[in-house]
């Protein structure tokens, strides 16, 4: 059984980056797919990008490109998700999503959860 | 790339059904099958009720079903329960290689 455990909750300053991570076990993160997604207290869910197989490479959401980076570490199946330039708008919740296998777009294993605050 | 339109809130009695709708547009919903759908009570991480527009994953209940037509999805929770009470999300891949999730719907079990 896949789970995914992320590191724990951020305090970032206005205009500083943060880098959250989330540990696979039970599979190799070269055989999945993964994605991120946030949620802003209270508000909805918000896809920020994820490896896309079709294409080959990971897929930003248009909202963070140029600001966002979703690097893998394979030697230790740790995915990361980097967001530069943080405002407070990018308090959240930052989950690392698995796409179940055999399936697109469907994330059937969800992280934590990592809280990030941007506060001055 | 705008996020689907789901209705703010739903609600029914128990054992009634309750359908929540997900308008998208023809480069999403209409554009191909893979529509999913979330469940999500507070404080937890979502759950993955329906993929590909109508499947249920191992150990969803049957009570959950949904499906497609055009641009809309439709998510169907029949014999309503107490523990149905949560925001359900709809989300959709895009011509474009994205995801996109609606706004999420409320759903209150009176």
């Known amino acids: 059984q896949v789970q995914l455990v992320q590191s724990g909750a951020e305090v970032k300053k206005p205009g500083a980056s943060v880098k959250v991570s989330c540990k696979i076990s039970?599979?190799?993160?070269?055989?999945?797919?993964m994605h991120w997604v946030r949620q802003a207290p209270g508000k909805g869910l918000q896809w920020m990008g994820g490896f896309n197989p079709e294409e080959g490479q990971t897929v930003y959401a248009e909202h963070f490109k140029g600001r966002v980076t979703m690097p893998e570490d394979t030697f230790t199946d740790t995915a990361y998700m980097e967001l530069s330039s943080l405002t407070y708008d990018d308090t959240a919740v930052y989950y690392c999503v698995k796409v179940r296998v055999g399936a697109t777009n469907a994330f059937d294993i969800w992280g934590q959860g990592t809280l990030v605050t941007v506060s001055s | 790339q705008s996020a689907l339109a789901q209705p703010g809130s739903v609600s029914g009695s128990p054992g009634q059904s309750i359908t929540i709708s997900c308008t998208g547009t023809i480069s999403d919903i209409g554009a191909y099958k893979y529509v999913s759908w979330y469940q999500q009570h507070p404080g937890r991480a979502p759950k993955l009720l329906i993929f590909?527009?109508?499947n249920r994953p191992s150990g969803v209940s049957y009570r959950f079903s949904a499906s497609k037509s055009g641009n809309t999805a439709s998510l169907t929770i029949s014999g309503l329960q107490p523990e149905d009470e949560a925001d359900y999300y709809c989300?959709?891949?895009?011509?474009?290689?994205?995801?996109?999730f609606g706004g999420g719907t409320k759903v209150t079990v009176l």
């Open positions: 590909d527009f109508s």
């Open positions: 989300s959709s891949y895009t011509t474009s290689g994205t995801t996109v």
């Open positions: 039970g599979h190799t993160l070269t055989e999945l797919s």
